[in-house]
Protein backbone atom coordinates (compact mmCIF):
# COMPACT_ATOMS: atom_id res chain seq x y z
CA UNK A 1 0.00 0.00 0.00
CA UNK A 2 1.53 3.48 -0.48
CA UNK A 3 1.69 6.74 1.37
CA UNK A 4 -0.68 8.57 -0.40
CA UNK A 5 -2.92 6.12 0.22
CA UNK A 6 -2.88 5.55 3.82
CA UNK A 7 -1.98 9.22 4.80
CA UNK A 8 -5.06 10.84 4.09
CA UNK A 9 -4.44 13.89 2.05
CA UNK A 10 -6.56 17.19 3.43
CA UNK A 11 -9.19 18.33 1.42
CA UNK A 12 -8.68 21.62 -0.08
CA UNK A 13 -9.40 23.83 3.17
CA UNK A 14 -13.08 25.18 3.44
CA UNK A 15 -14.47 27.96 5.09
CA UNK A 16 -17.63 27.71 6.10
CA UNK A 17 -20.19 30.25 3.67
CA UNK A 18 -19.94 34.12 5.30
CA UNK A 19 -23.59 33.85 5.18
CA UNK A 20 -23.71 30.92 8.14
CA UNK A 21 -20.94 32.24 10.61
CA UNK A 22 -20.27 35.62 12.38
CA UNK A 23 -22.84 38.12 13.70
CA UNK A 24 -24.93 38.48 9.93
CA UNK A 25 -24.98 34.55 10.00
CA UNK A 26 -26.38 34.57 13.58
CA UNK A 27 -28.71 37.11 12.80
CA UNK A 28 -29.78 35.04 10.05
CA UNK A 29 -30.70 32.09 12.11
CA UNK A 30 -31.97 32.90 14.95
CA UNK A 31 -34.14 36.40 14.03
CA UNK A 32 -34.84 35.94 10.56
CA UNK A 33 -34.87 32.29 9.42
CA UNK A 34 -38.47 32.40 8.26
CA UNK A 35 -41.31 35.88 7.51
CA UNK A 36 -42.59 35.08 10.62
CA UNK A 37 -40.09 34.86 12.93
CA UNK A 38 -38.87 38.17 10.91
CA UNK A 39 -41.99 39.72 12.03
CA UNK A 40 -42.08 38.73 15.58
CA UNK A 41 -38.77 39.80 15.76
CA UNK A 42 -39.82 43.48 14.48
CA UNK A 43 -42.54 43.52 16.71
CA UNK A 44 -40.18 42.51 19.67
CA UNK A 45 -37.74 45.58 18.96
CA UNK A 46 -40.68 47.73 18.62
CA UNK A 47 -42.48 46.76 21.98
CA UNK A 48 -38.50 47.42 23.38
CA UNK A 49 -38.44 50.50 21.92
CA UNK A 50 -41.57 52.20 23.39
CA UNK A 51 -41.00 50.24 26.66
CA UNK A 52 -37.32 50.30 27.82
CA UNK A 53 -36.35 54.03 27.71
CA UNK A 54 -39.11 55.26 29.39
CA UNK A 55 -38.50 52.82 32.23
CA UNK A 56 -35.15 53.56 32.26
CA UNK A 57 -36.04 57.54 31.55
CA UNK A 58 -38.30 56.85 34.93
CA UNK A 59 -36.00 54.42 36.94
CA UNK A 60 -32.63 56.35 36.96
CA UNK A 61 -32.96 59.35 34.77
CA UNK A 62 -35.56 61.13 36.50
CA UNK A 63 -35.31 59.71 40.01
CA UNK A 64 -35.06 60.85 43.15
CA UNK A 65 -32.72 59.09 45.50
CA UNK A 66 -33.08 61.32 48.77
CA UNK A 67 -35.42 63.10 48.60
CA UNK A 68 -38.59 63.47 51.06
CA UNK A 69 -41.49 62.27 50.01
CA UNK A 70 -43.39 66.02 49.57
CA UNK A 71 -40.24 67.04 47.08
CA UNK A 72 -40.82 63.99 45.50
CA UNK A 73 -44.48 64.44 44.77
CA UNK A 74 -44.07 68.50 43.98
CA UNK A 75 -41.96 67.02 41.38
CA UNK A 76 -43.68 64.30 39.68
CA UNK A 77 -41.46 63.26 37.50
CA UNK A 78 -39.58 60.15 38.06
CA UNK A 79 -39.22 57.12 40.63
CA UNK A 80 -39.06 58.31 44.23
CA UNK A 81 -36.77 55.72 45.53
CA UNK A 82 -36.25 57.51 48.38
CA UNK A 83 -38.85 55.72 50.03
CA UNK A 84 -36.91 52.43 50.71
CA UNK A 85 -33.88 54.06 52.97
CA UNK A 86 -36.62 56.83 54.31
CA UNK A 87 -38.11 53.42 55.83
CA UNK A 88 -35.60 50.93 55.12
CA UNK A 89 -35.86 50.02 59.29
CA UNK A 90 -39.55 49.68 59.45
CA UNK A 91 -39.76 47.70 56.87
CA UNK A 92 -36.90 45.45 57.51
CA UNK A 93 -37.75 45.21 61.35
CA UNK A 94 -41.66 46.15 61.49
CA UNK A 95 -42.57 47.25 65.09
CA UNK A 96 -39.27 45.31 66.91
CA UNK A 97 -38.29 48.32 69.30
CA UNK A 98 -36.43 50.86 67.18
CA UNK A 99 -33.59 50.54 69.72
CA UNK A 100 -33.23 47.24 69.73
CA UNK A 101 -33.29 46.59 65.62
CA UNK A 102 -29.76 45.53 65.54
CA UNK A 103 -30.72 42.28 67.18
CA UNK A 104 -32.93 41.18 64.60
CA UNK A 105 -30.18 42.33 62.14
CA UNK A 106 -27.65 40.69 63.49
CA UNK A 107 -29.82 37.44 63.88
CA UNK A 108 -30.58 37.66 60.18
CA UNK A 109 -26.63 38.05 58.98
CA UNK A 110 -26.38 35.04 60.89
CA UNK A 111 -28.81 32.87 59.48
CA UNK A 112 -27.65 34.00 56.17
CA UNK A 113 -24.26 33.22 57.42
CA UNK A 114 -25.22 29.44 58.27
CA UNK A 115 -26.85 29.19 54.89
CA UNK A 116 -23.81 30.14 53.04
CA UNK A 117 -21.59 28.31 55.21
CA UNK A 118 -23.92 25.08 54.65
CA UNK A 119 -24.11 25.56 51.06
CA UNK A 120 -20.85 23.96 50.63
CA UNK A 121 -20.65 20.19 51.10
CA UNK A 122 -17.03 20.32 52.44
CA UNK A 123 -18.97 21.50 55.38
CA UNK A 124 -21.64 18.74 55.37
CA UNK A 125 -20.23 17.16 58.64
CA UNK A 126 -22.01 16.63 62.23
CA UNK A 127 -20.23 19.98 63.42
CA UNK A 128 -22.62 21.65 60.86
CA UNK A 129 -25.95 20.13 62.84
CA UNK A 130 -23.59 21.74 65.91
CA UNK A 131 -23.36 24.91 64.70
CA UNK A 132 -27.12 25.29 63.38
CA UNK A 133 -27.76 24.30 67.48
CA UNK A 134 -25.90 27.51 68.80
CA UNK A 135 -27.20 29.70 66.17
CA UNK A 136 -30.62 29.18 66.77
CA UNK A 137 -30.13 29.21 70.10
CA UNK A 138 -28.65 32.46 69.79
CA UNK A 139 -30.70 33.11 66.99
CA UNK A 140 -33.44 33.20 69.78
CA UNK A 141 -31.73 35.36 72.53
CA UNK A 142 -31.23 37.97 70.23
CA UNK A 143 -35.01 37.83 68.84
CA UNK A 144 -36.65 37.24 72.36
CA UNK A 145 -33.89 38.84 74.54
CA UNK A 146 -32.95 37.59 77.98
CA UNK A 147 -28.95 37.63 78.81
CA UNK A 148 -28.97 40.77 80.07
CA UNK A 149 -31.36 41.78 76.88
CA UNK A 150 -34.45 43.60 76.97
CA UNK A 151 -37.43 40.88 76.29
CA UNK A 152 -39.65 41.71 72.72
CA UNK A 153 -42.87 40.29 72.21
CA UNK A 154 -43.42 37.99 69.27
CA UNK A 155 -46.12 39.92 68.88
CA UNK A 156 -44.06 42.35 67.72
CA UNK A 157 -42.18 40.65 65.14
CA UNK A 158 -41.71 41.53 61.69
CA UNK A 159 -40.52 42.54 58.69
CA UNK A 160 -37.52 40.24 56.58
CA UNK A 161 -36.46 38.42 60.20
CA UNK A 162 -40.01 37.07 60.21
CA UNK A 163 -40.30 36.05 56.68
CA UNK A 164 -37.09 34.51 57.21
CA UNK A 165 -38.43 32.47 60.08
CA UNK A 166 -41.13 31.37 58.30
CA UNK A 167 -39.59 30.25 55.80
CA UNK A 168 -36.19 28.65 56.37
CA UNK A 169 -37.87 26.47 59.42
CA UNK A 170 -41.03 26.14 57.31
CA UNK A 171 -39.15 24.74 54.62
CA UNK A 172 -36.55 22.64 57.03
CA UNK A 173 -39.16 20.82 59.14
CA UNK A 174 -41.71 20.62 56.12
CA UNK A 175 -39.34 18.48 53.94
CA UNK A 176 -38.97 15.47 56.52
CA UNK A 177 -42.13 15.10 57.02
CA UNK A 178 -43.02 15.34 53.67
CA UNK A 179 -40.18 12.36 53.39
CA UNK A 180 -42.12 10.77 56.02
CA UNK A 181 -45.61 10.98 54.52
CA UNK A 182 -44.36 9.86 51.34
CA UNK A 183 -42.76 6.47 52.75
CA UNK A 184 -46.20 6.39 55.00
CA UNK A 185 -48.11 6.55 51.28
CA UNK A 186 -46.10 3.57 50.34
CA UNK A 187 -46.36 1.58 52.89
CA UNK A 188 -47.90 -2.27 53.03
CA UNK A 189 -50.03 -1.37 56.22
CA UNK A 190 -53.22 -0.41 55.17
CA UNK A 191 -53.29 2.07 58.34
CA UNK A 192 -50.40 3.95 57.79
CA UNK A 193 -51.39 4.04 54.06
CA UNK A 194 -54.50 5.52 54.17
CA UNK A 195 -53.74 8.19 57.29
CA UNK A 196 -50.92 9.11 54.75
CA UNK A 197 -53.37 9.43 51.64
CA UNK A 198 -56.28 11.34 53.88
CA UNK A 199 -53.63 13.66 54.81
CA UNK A 200 -51.90 14.71 51.84
CA UNK A 201 -55.29 14.84 49.77
CA UNK A 202 -56.85 16.70 52.24
CA UNK A 203 -54.59 19.44 52.74
CA UNK A 204 -53.89 19.45 49.23
CA UNK A 205 -57.14 19.90 49.08
CA UNK A 206 -57.25 23.27 50.84
CA UNK A 207 -55.71 26.77 50.12
CA UNK A 208 -53.01 28.18 52.10
CA UNK A 209 -54.81 31.13 53.24
CA UNK A 210 -57.68 28.76 54.41
CA UNK A 211 -55.31 27.04 56.59
CA UNK A 212 -53.56 29.95 58.14
CA UNK A 213 -57.19 31.13 58.78
CA UNK A 214 -58.24 28.10 60.43
CA UNK A 215 -54.70 28.76 62.50
CA UNK A 216 -55.29 31.69 63.74
CA UNK A 217 -59.00 31.83 64.31
CA UNK A 218 -60.57 28.02 64.52
CA UNK A 219 -57.91 26.71 66.19
CA UNK A 220 -57.53 28.39 69.63
CA UNK A 221 -61.69 27.73 69.97
CA UNK A 222 -60.62 24.25 70.70
CA UNK A 223 -57.91 25.21 73.15
CA UNK A 224 -58.41 25.08 76.82
CA UNK A 225 -59.40 28.79 78.37
CA UNK A 226 -56.18 30.42 78.71
CA UNK A 227 -54.07 28.36 77.07
CA UNK A 228 -52.50 30.55 74.02
CA UNK A 229 -50.20 29.43 71.23
CA UNK A 230 -48.15 31.83 70.15
CA UNK A 231 -49.47 33.25 66.80
CA UNK A 232 -46.26 33.22 64.52
CA UNK A 233 -46.03 29.47 66.03
CA UNK A 234 -49.35 28.64 64.36
CA UNK A 235 -48.84 30.15 61.68
CA UNK A 236 -45.76 28.35 60.88
CA UNK A 237 -47.40 25.01 61.72
CA UNK A 238 -49.94 25.67 59.09
CA UNK A 239 -47.17 26.21 56.91
CA UNK A 240 -45.22 23.49 57.57
CA UNK A 241 -47.77 21.23 57.38
CA UNK A 242 -49.19 22.43 54.03
CA UNK A 243 -45.76 22.59 52.37
CA UNK A 244 -45.13 18.79 53.79
CA UNK A 245 -47.84 17.59 51.91
CA UNK A 246 -46.95 18.59 48.34
CA UNK A 247 -43.25 17.71 49.05
CA UNK A 248 -44.38 14.74 49.65
CA UNK A 249 -46.29 14.16 46.15
CA UNK A 250 -42.68 15.25 44.75
CA UNK A 251 -40.58 12.74 46.88
CA UNK A 252 -43.07 10.07 46.10
CA UNK A 253 -42.68 10.17 42.34
CA UNK A 254 -39.22 10.17 42.84
CA UNK A 255 -39.68 7.09 44.87
CA UNK A 256 -41.57 5.32 41.90
CA UNK A 257 -39.07 6.22 39.16
CA UNK A 258 -36.34 4.01 41.50
CA UNK A 259 -35.73 0.60 39.35
CA UNK A 260 -37.13 -2.57 41.48
CA UNK A 261 -33.73 -3.50 40.85
CA UNK A 262 -31.78 -1.40 43.50
CA UNK A 263 -34.64 -2.34 46.33
CA UNK A 264 -33.81 -6.00 45.32
CA UNK A 265 -30.65 -5.34 45.05
CA UNK A 266 -30.42 -3.53 48.66
CA UNK A 267 -32.38 -6.09 49.83
CA UNK A 268 -30.74 -9.51 49.13
CA UNK A 269 -27.66 -7.69 51.05
CA UNK A 270 -29.26 -8.38 53.73
CA UNK A 271 -30.62 -4.37 54.39
CA UNK A 272 -33.13 -4.33 56.72
CA UNK A 273 -35.75 -1.30 55.11
CA UNK A 274 -34.59 1.79 57.57
CA UNK A 275 -31.49 0.79 55.82
CA UNK A 276 -32.54 0.17 52.39
CA UNK A 277 -34.36 3.40 52.33
CA UNK A 278 -31.91 5.61 54.34
CA UNK A 279 -28.78 4.47 51.92
CA UNK A 280 -29.81 3.22 49.04
CA UNK A 281 -33.26 4.51 47.83
CA UNK A 282 -34.14 7.92 49.07
CA UNK A 283 -30.31 9.58 48.57
CA UNK A 284 -31.42 8.85 44.28
CA UNK A 285 -34.82 9.65 44.66
CA UNK A 286 -34.33 12.84 46.38
CA UNK A 287 -31.65 13.49 43.94
CA UNK A 288 -33.80 13.00 40.97
CA UNK A 289 -36.79 15.43 42.40
CA UNK A 290 -34.61 18.00 43.44
CA UNK A 291 -35.72 20.29 40.63
CA UNK A 292 -39.58 19.87 41.54
CA UNK A 293 -38.77 20.04 45.23
CA UNK A 294 -37.07 23.65 44.73
CA UNK A 295 -39.80 24.82 43.30
CA UNK A 296 -42.18 23.88 45.66
CA UNK A 297 -39.55 25.55 48.08
CA UNK A 298 -39.77 28.71 46.52
CA UNK A 299 -43.36 29.07 45.73
CA UNK A 300 -43.81 27.71 50.05
CA UNK A 301 -41.45 30.79 50.58
CA UNK A 302 -43.32 33.22 48.38
CA UNK A 303 -46.48 31.84 49.87
CA UNK A 304 -45.38 32.85 53.53
CA UNK A 305 -46.43 36.37 52.60
CA UNK A 306 -49.88 35.09 53.33
CA UNK A 307 -49.25 35.74 56.73
CA UNK A 308 -50.28 39.16 56.07
CA UNK A 309 -53.70 38.11 56.30
CA UNK A 310 -53.40 36.64 59.81
CA UNK A 311 -52.35 40.64 60.18
CA UNK A 312 -48.38 39.38 60.66
CA UNK A 313 -46.02 41.52 59.74
CA UNK A 314 -43.97 40.35 57.13
CA UNK A 315 -41.93 41.76 54.64
CA UNK A 316 -44.43 42.55 52.42
CA UNK A 317 -47.00 43.37 55.02
CA UNK A 318 -44.30 46.26 56.45
CA UNK A 319 -44.32 47.44 53.14
CA UNK A 320 -47.37 48.26 52.78
CA UNK A 321 -48.04 49.75 56.32
CA UNK A 322 -44.78 51.89 54.49
CA UNK A 323 -47.30 52.83 52.00
CA UNK A 324 -50.54 53.93 54.28
CA UNK A 325 -48.31 56.70 55.28
CA UNK A 326 -49.40 60.02 53.84
CA UNK A 327 -46.16 61.16 53.41
CA UNK A 328 -45.43 58.11 50.97
CA UNK A 329 -48.62 57.06 50.00
CA UNK A 330 -48.13 56.89 45.86
CA UNK A 331 -45.22 55.30 45.53
CA UNK A 332 -45.98 51.97 45.48
CA UNK A 333 -44.56 50.95 42.49
CA UNK A 334 -40.90 51.74 43.86
CA UNK A 335 -41.80 49.86 47.16
CA UNK A 336 -42.72 46.96 45.20
CA UNK A 337 -40.19 46.72 43.07
CA UNK A 338 -37.86 46.98 46.33
CA UNK A 339 -39.88 43.77 47.66
CA UNK A 340 -39.80 41.94 44.42
CA UNK A 341 -35.89 42.37 43.99
CA UNK A 342 -35.73 41.28 47.60
CA UNK A 343 -37.77 37.84 47.01
CA UNK A 344 -36.38 37.01 43.98
CA UNK A 345 -32.69 37.53 45.33
CA UNK A 346 -33.94 35.09 47.66
CA UNK A 347 -35.57 32.64 45.11
CA UNK A 348 -32.73 33.04 42.90
CA UNK A 349 -30.44 31.67 45.55
CA UNK A 350 -32.08 28.85 46.10
CA UNK A 351 -32.57 27.68 42.44
CA UNK A 352 -28.74 28.28 41.93
CA UNK A 353 -27.98 26.62 44.75
CA UNK A 354 -30.19 23.92 43.90
CA UNK A 355 -28.61 23.64 40.39
CA UNK A 356 -25.06 23.52 42.22
CA UNK A 357 -26.01 20.41 44.58
CA UNK A 358 -27.31 18.66 40.94
CA UNK A 359 -24.10 18.97 39.52
CA UNK A 360 -21.90 18.09 42.22
CA UNK A 361 -24.25 14.93 43.23
CA UNK A 362 -23.95 14.17 39.06
CA UNK A 363 -22.27 10.36 39.16
CA UNK A 364 -22.81 9.81 35.37
CA UNK A 365 -26.16 7.23 35.15
CA UNK B 1 -34.55 -45.62 30.10
CA UNK B 2 -38.21 -44.41 30.17
CA UNK B 3 -37.92 -41.20 28.99
CA UNK B 4 -40.69 -38.94 31.33
CA UNK B 5 -40.24 -41.13 34.51
CA UNK B 6 -37.21 -39.13 36.58
CA UNK B 7 -38.24 -38.42 40.64
CA UNK B 8 -35.69 -37.75 41.72
CA UNK B 9 -33.66 -35.77 40.05
CA UNK B 10 -30.24 -36.39 41.97
CA UNK B 11 -31.89 -35.00 45.35
CA UNK B 12 -31.44 -38.51 46.92
CA UNK B 13 -27.33 -38.58 46.76
CA UNK B 14 -27.41 -35.20 48.31
CA UNK B 15 -26.42 -35.52 52.08
CA UNK B 16 -26.55 -32.58 54.33
CA UNK B 17 -27.83 -30.14 51.89
CA UNK B 18 -27.65 -25.79 52.58
CA UNK B 19 -31.07 -25.45 50.73
CA UNK B 20 -33.93 -27.85 50.49
CA UNK B 21 -37.04 -27.39 48.40
CA UNK B 22 -39.93 -29.63 49.06
CA UNK B 23 -43.19 -29.10 47.57
CA UNK B 24 -43.21 -25.69 46.93
CA UNK B 25 -45.77 -24.06 44.42
CA UNK B 26 -46.05 -20.29 43.98
CA UNK B 27 -48.75 -18.36 42.01
CA UNK B 28 -48.53 -15.01 40.38
CA UNK B 29 -52.38 -14.16 40.83
CA UNK B 30 -53.55 -16.96 38.58
CA UNK B 31 -50.74 -17.91 36.77
CA UNK B 32 -48.74 -21.55 38.62
CA UNK B 33 -45.42 -20.52 38.13
CA UNK B 34 -43.85 -22.69 40.16
CA UNK B 35 -45.31 -26.18 40.24
CA UNK B 36 -44.67 -28.51 43.01
CA UNK B 37 -40.66 -27.93 42.92
CA UNK B 38 -38.30 -30.41 44.86
CA UNK B 39 -34.67 -29.44 44.73
CA UNK B 40 -31.62 -30.36 47.65
CA UNK B 41 -28.54 -28.26 46.89
CA UNK B 42 -25.74 -30.07 48.58
CA UNK B 43 -22.55 -27.73 49.97
CA UNK B 44 -20.00 -27.03 47.50
CA UNK B 45 -22.35 -28.12 44.73
CA UNK B 46 -22.56 -26.50 41.56
CA UNK B 47 -26.10 -26.72 39.89
CA UNK B 48 -27.27 -24.49 36.32
CA UNK B 49 -30.59 -23.62 35.65
CA UNK B 50 -31.64 -23.56 32.05
CA UNK B 51 -34.98 -23.47 30.25
CA UNK B 52 -37.00 -21.53 27.87
CA UNK B 53 -38.19 -17.98 29.19
CA UNK B 54 -41.10 -17.71 30.98
CA UNK B 55 -40.29 -21.09 32.42
CA UNK B 56 -39.83 -19.95 36.55
CA UNK B 57 -35.96 -20.34 36.43
CA UNK B 58 -35.37 -17.22 37.64
CA UNK B 59 -38.99 -16.88 40.00
CA UNK B 60 -37.05 -20.10 41.57
CA UNK B 61 -33.66 -18.49 42.39
CA UNK B 62 -35.56 -15.44 43.49
CA UNK B 63 -37.65 -17.47 46.23
CA UNK B 64 -34.53 -19.00 47.81
CA UNK B 65 -33.24 -15.17 49.34
CA UNK B 66 -37.33 -14.48 49.11
CA UNK B 67 -37.52 -11.71 46.69
CA UNK B 68 -40.52 -13.39 45.72
CA UNK B 69 -42.48 -15.32 48.10
CA UNK B 70 -43.97 -19.08 47.90
CA UNK B 71 -47.18 -19.81 48.77
CA UNK B 72 -47.17 -23.75 49.59
CA UNK B 73 -44.51 -26.21 50.04
CA UNK B 74 -41.08 -25.63 52.50
CA UNK B 75 -37.92 -23.39 51.56
CA UNK B 76 -35.07 -24.36 54.05
CA UNK B 77 -31.79 -22.18 53.98
CA UNK B 78 -28.71 -23.46 55.76
CA UNK B 79 -31.07 -24.88 58.65
CA UNK B 80 -33.30 -21.70 58.86
CA UNK B 81 -36.60 -22.11 56.78
CA UNK B 82 -38.15 -19.03 54.89
CA UNK B 83 -41.10 -17.66 56.48
CA UNK B 84 -42.54 -14.55 57.04
CA UNK B 85 -40.28 -13.70 60.11
CA UNK B 86 -38.17 -10.80 58.19
CA UNK B 87 -35.19 -11.30 60.45
CA UNK B 88 -34.92 -15.34 59.61
CA UNK B 89 -35.16 -13.48 55.65
CA UNK B 90 -32.37 -10.86 56.01
CA UNK B 91 -30.52 -13.65 57.80
CA UNK B 92 -30.39 -15.74 55.01
CA UNK B 93 -30.06 -12.92 52.40
CA UNK B 94 -27.06 -11.85 54.62
CA UNK B 95 -25.51 -15.65 53.71
CA UNK B 96 -27.04 -16.07 50.23
CA UNK B 97 -25.56 -13.55 47.73
CA UNK B 98 -27.41 -12.80 44.39
CA UNK B 99 -26.12 -11.60 41.01
CA UNK B 100 -28.73 -9.75 38.73
CA UNK B 101 -28.71 -9.92 35.15
CA UNK B 102 -29.08 -6.32 35.18
CA UNK B 103 -26.25 -5.72 38.06
CA UNK B 104 -28.10 -3.65 40.09
CA UNK B 105 -25.15 -1.85 40.99
CA UNK B 106 -25.99 1.33 43.95
CA UNK B 107 -25.26 4.22 41.03
CA UNK B 108 -24.81 6.83 43.64
CA UNK B 109 -21.73 5.34 45.25
CA UNK B 110 -18.37 4.52 44.29
CA UNK B 111 -17.28 0.91 43.70
CA UNK B 112 -15.65 0.49 46.68
CA UNK B 113 -18.51 1.94 48.63
CA UNK B 114 -21.03 -0.32 46.69
CA UNK B 115 -18.79 -2.98 48.02
CA UNK B 116 -18.86 -2.16 51.66
CA UNK B 117 -22.10 -0.98 52.14
CA UNK B 118 -23.17 -4.81 53.09
CA UNK B 119 -20.08 -5.40 55.28
CA UNK B 120 -20.36 -2.29 57.14
CA UNK B 121 -24.33 -2.37 57.67
CA UNK B 122 -25.71 -6.13 57.64
CA UNK B 123 -22.26 -7.29 59.34
CA UNK B 124 -21.07 -4.13 61.44
CA UNK B 125 -17.40 -4.68 60.19
CA UNK B 126 -15.03 -1.57 61.05
CA UNK B 127 -15.10 0.44 57.58
CA UNK B 128 -11.09 0.33 57.23
CA UNK B 129 -11.60 -3.68 57.53
CA UNK B 130 -14.61 -3.68 55.27
CA UNK B 131 -12.07 -1.55 53.27
CA UNK B 132 -9.68 -4.36 52.84
CA UNK B 133 -12.20 -7.21 51.90
CA UNK B 134 -13.06 -4.89 49.34
CA UNK B 135 -9.82 -4.49 47.76
CA UNK B 136 -9.02 -7.93 47.90
CA UNK B 137 -12.60 -9.30 45.50
CA UNK B 138 -11.87 -6.33 43.43
CA UNK B 139 -8.11 -7.51 42.51
CA UNK B 140 -10.08 -11.15 42.37
CA UNK B 141 -12.40 -9.67 39.94
CA UNK B 142 -9.57 -7.79 38.44
CA UNK B 143 -10.62 -4.63 38.61
CA UNK B 144 -9.19 -2.92 41.76
CA UNK B 145 -7.91 0.11 39.68
CA UNK B 146 -11.29 0.96 39.50
CA UNK B 147 -12.41 1.36 42.28
CA UNK B 148 -12.85 5.02 42.99
CA UNK B 149 -15.11 5.34 39.80
CA UNK B 150 -18.79 5.23 39.91
CA UNK B 151 -20.89 2.35 38.36
CA UNK B 152 -21.94 4.52 35.21
CA UNK B 153 -18.23 4.95 34.29
CA UNK B 154 -17.34 1.22 34.14
CA UNK B 155 -18.48 -1.28 31.17
CA UNK B 156 -21.04 -3.61 31.45
CA UNK B 157 -19.05 -6.48 31.67
CA UNK B 158 -16.72 -4.38 34.24
CA UNK B 159 -20.01 -3.63 36.37
CA UNK B 160 -20.85 -7.23 36.62
CA UNK B 161 -18.05 -8.30 37.81
CA UNK B 162 -18.00 -5.42 40.51
CA UNK B 163 -21.64 -6.54 41.33
CA UNK B 164 -19.70 -10.59 42.14
CA UNK B 165 -17.44 -8.83 44.25
CA UNK B 166 -20.21 -6.90 46.41
CA UNK B 167 -21.51 -10.44 46.93
CA UNK B 168 -18.42 -12.21 47.65
CA UNK B 169 -17.76 -9.19 50.23
CA UNK B 170 -20.78 -10.55 52.53
CA UNK B 171 -18.96 -14.33 52.65
CA UNK B 172 -21.66 -15.83 51.52
CA UNK B 173 -22.81 -19.58 52.01
CA UNK B 174 -24.27 -19.64 48.49
CA UNK B 175 -24.10 -17.73 45.22
CA UNK B 176 -27.13 -17.34 43.13
CA UNK B 177 -26.83 -15.76 39.40
CA UNK B 178 -29.57 -14.81 37.30
CA UNK B 179 -28.64 -14.51 34.22
CA UNK B 180 -25.57 -12.81 34.51
CA UNK B 181 -24.42 -12.63 31.58
CA UNK B 182 -27.70 -11.86 29.28
CA UNK B 183 -27.65 -8.42 29.50
CA UNK B 184 -23.79 -8.05 28.28
CA UNK B 185 -22.12 -7.78 24.70
CA UNK B 186 -20.55 -10.46 23.62
CA UNK B 187 -17.53 -9.67 23.86
CA UNK B 188 -17.65 -9.47 27.54
CA UNK B 189 -19.62 -12.31 28.61
CA UNK B 190 -16.02 -14.08 28.81
CA UNK B 191 -14.68 -11.71 31.61
CA UNK B 192 -17.53 -12.15 33.38
CA UNK B 193 -17.86 -16.09 32.85
CA UNK B 194 -14.49 -16.74 33.77
CA UNK B 195 -14.84 -15.01 37.13
CA UNK B 196 -17.51 -17.16 38.11
CA UNK B 197 -15.04 -20.38 36.65
CA UNK B 198 -12.34 -18.83 39.29
CA UNK B 199 -15.30 -19.10 42.02
CA UNK B 200 -16.59 -22.86 41.24
CA UNK B 201 -12.54 -23.86 41.18
CA UNK B 202 -12.84 -22.12 45.11
CA UNK B 203 -15.40 -24.59 45.94
CA UNK B 204 -18.07 -22.03 46.17
CA UNK B 205 -21.70 -23.12 46.37
CA UNK B 206 -23.34 -21.78 43.04
CA UNK B 207 -27.18 -21.69 41.49
CA UNK B 208 -26.87 -20.46 37.95
CA UNK B 209 -29.44 -19.37 35.36
CA UNK B 210 -27.45 -19.16 32.19
CA UNK B 211 -28.03 -20.31 29.20
CA UNK B 212 -24.36 -20.49 28.52
CA UNK B 213 -23.60 -23.99 27.90
CA UNK B 214 -20.31 -23.84 27.81
CA UNK B 215 -20.24 -23.03 31.29
CA UNK B 216 -22.97 -25.45 32.58
CA UNK B 217 -20.35 -28.19 30.90
CA UNK B 218 -17.30 -27.13 32.30
CA UNK B 219 -18.46 -26.25 35.66
CA UNK B 220 -22.08 -27.90 37.20
CA UNK B 221 -22.16 -30.63 38.96
CA UNK B 222 -25.65 -30.61 37.70
CA UNK B 223 -27.95 -29.56 34.92
CA UNK B 224 -31.44 -28.80 35.44
CA UNK B 225 -34.17 -27.92 33.11
CA UNK B 226 -37.25 -25.83 33.68
CA UNK B 227 -40.56 -25.71 31.45
CA UNK B 228 -43.87 -24.53 32.15
CA UNK B 229 -42.86 -23.81 36.33
CA UNK B 230 -41.84 -27.65 36.81
CA UNK B 231 -38.06 -29.27 36.74
CA UNK B 232 -38.44 -31.42 34.02
CA UNK B 233 -35.06 -32.76 34.35
CA UNK B 234 -31.56 -33.34 35.98
CA UNK B 235 -28.68 -34.73 35.47
CA UNK B 236 -24.71 -34.44 35.32
CA UNK B 237 -23.32 -32.06 32.23
CA UNK B 238 -22.76 -34.91 30.45
CA UNK B 239 -25.67 -37.00 30.28
CA UNK B 240 -27.91 -34.24 30.43
CA UNK B 241 -26.05 -32.88 27.28
CA UNK B 242 -25.50 -35.93 25.36
CA UNK B 243 -28.27 -38.19 26.41
CA UNK B 244 -31.14 -35.70 27.18
CA UNK B 245 -34.37 -38.01 28.14
CA UNK B 246 -37.02 -35.48 28.07
CA UNK B 247 -38.44 -34.78 24.54
CA UNK B 248 -38.84 -31.16 26.00
CA UNK B 249 -35.35 -30.78 26.99
CA UNK B 250 -34.22 -32.36 23.55
CA UNK B 251 -36.14 -29.98 21.32
CA UNK B 252 -34.57 -26.82 23.94
CA UNK B 253 -31.23 -28.48 23.33
CA UNK B 254 -32.01 -28.28 19.55
CA UNK B 255 -33.08 -24.37 19.87
CA UNK B 256 -29.77 -23.23 21.55
CA UNK B 257 -27.09 -25.40 20.46
Known amino acids: MSAEQTDRQPVEELKPPAASVGVLGWLRSNLFSTWYNSLLTLAVVYLLWVSVPPFVQWAFVESF ?77 LMKGGLGLAPVESTKWGGLPLTLLLSVFGLTAAYPLGIVLALGRQSRLP ?30 LFLPEGVTVNKILRAQVAIILFTAAYI ?46 VSILISAFKDTSLVVIIALYDLLKTTQAVLGNPEWMGFSAEAYIFIALVYFVCCYYLSSFSRKIERELDTGY | MNSDVQTDFGNEAIEDPIIEISAMHKWFGEFHVLQDINLKVGRQERIVICGPSGSGKSTLIRCINRLEEHQRGQIVVDGIELTNNIKNIEKIRAEVGMVFQHFNLFPHLTIVDNLTLGPIWVRKVPRKEAEETAMHYLEKVRI ?21 ARSLCMAPKVMLFDEPTSALDPEMIKEVLDVMIDLAREGMTMIVVTHEMGFAKSVAHRVLFMDYGQIVEANNPEDFFNNPRHDRTKLFLSQIL
Open chain 1, 65 to 141: WTASGKECLEADSGACWSIIPNNIRFIMFGFYPYQEQWRPGLAVVLLVGLLIFSQFRRNWKKSLLYYWLVGLVVMGI
Open chain 1, 191 to 220: AIRSLCVVYIELIRGVPLISLLFMSSVVFP
Open chain 1, 248 to 293: AEVVRGGLQGMARGQYEAAESLGLNYYQTMRLIILPQALKIVIPPS
Open chain 2, 144 to 164: AEQAKKYPGQLSGGQQQRVAI
